[in-house]
């Protein structure tokens, strides 16, 4: 790689440790409770570390993650100044792939939970507002789809209509996500539609779907910020081993489980291939889950 790339991984890197920083010094308890969880500090760099490697990809990749730069000179090269995490048994650069590779991982996981915190919300609130016989169907659906493993769910949809790029991926996750996300919200909505100011607007004529959007489901954010933390790291780890497995994201496009499938045969003379994409998920699995620890303790008001 060249000096310039080094310089701009350095460039990153100082931006997430200042950002941080820059969040740790400011005032309010709520912020203070988050730092003072241990873990908290360093996920929340990682995270924006990651994100902004992901986002600048382009920049930062010294090579496209598809270039096969020399399919005999450059076959499984260890890690080296030109190519810092090596080549893979393609002649790819494993850097360049890792880089945009997050982009896949990191995007599909994310927007999984957009969808997912979405639909669990809205029938989550709707199952805790209405109650009866809306909340005994739609928990009852709940229960089916929490009751079936959801690697089964995805397989089976899998094998019905294929997966069909990236974005079809994560449209496929977000949909088989939301069980537990809709349980989370109808009990928040349960304990606040019996509240003063539900009652208010109840009064002043307002109807049901302007409360549960303008007043219930603002009070009950808390608890689903850490259920997207928390659900993005699952959903990441989901998508590698779909990946992994070979029915995932699919090659050519980079992602950190298809680079694991792609080295599992040269474990031994080249350990690098799956090491430093196995070693990217758990590093930002463990971030997210220290985070949406930080911000359950942030944001429970219970802690002081």
Do not use: K
Request: charged letters at 15%; hydrophobic letters at 55%; aromatic letters at 8%.
């Amino acid at each position: 790689m060249r000096p310039s790339g080094w310089l701009a991984v350095i460039a990153v890197a100082v931006w997430a440790i200042g950002l941080v920083t820059l969040a740790r010094h400011r005032a309010g308890p709520a912020r203070r409770r988050f730092f003072r969880h241990p873990g908290a500090a360093t996920g929340l760099g990682l995270l924006v570390f990651f994100a902004t490697v992901a986002v600048c990809a382009p920049l930062l990749a010294p090579y496209r993650p598809s270039l096969q730069l020399d399919i005999v000179a450059l076959q499984n090269r260890p890690p080296s100044w030109l190519h810092p995490l090596g080549t893979d048994l393609y002649s790819r650069d494993i850097w360049s792939r890792l880089i945009f590779g997050a982009r896949v991982s990191l995007g599909v996981g994310t927007l999984a939970m957009l969808i997912a915190v979405t639909l669990g919300a809205a029938i989550g609130a709707a199952a805790g507002y209405y109650r009866r016989a809306v909340d005994a169907v739609l928990m009852r659906l709940v229960d089916v789809g929490l009751a079936v493993p959801r690697i089964f769910i995805v397989f089976v949809q899998i094998a019905l209509w294929g997966t069909g790029g990236v974005g079809a991926l994560a449209l496929l996750l977000g949909l088989t996500s939301w069980f537990g996300t809709s349980r989370l919200v109808r009990a928040e909505v349960l304990s606040l539609r019996t509240r003063s100011f539900v009652d208010a607007a109840l009064g002043l004529g307002a109807r049901p779907w302007r409360i549960i959007t303008r007043h219930v489901l603002p009070n009950a954010v808390a608890p689903l910020i850490v259920s997207v933390t928390l659900g993005i790291a699952n959903v990441m780890l989901l998508e590698a081993g779909l990946s992994f497995l070979g029915v995932g994201v699919r090659p050519p496009v980079a992602s950190w489980g298809n680079m694991i499938a792609d080295g599992r045969d040269q474990l031994v003379a080249a350990p690098w291939t799956s090491v430093f994409p196995g070693l990217a998920i758990a590093v930002v699995v463990m971030a997210l889950n220290a985070v949406g620890d930080g911000l359950r303790d942030a944001l429970d008001p219970r802690h002081s």
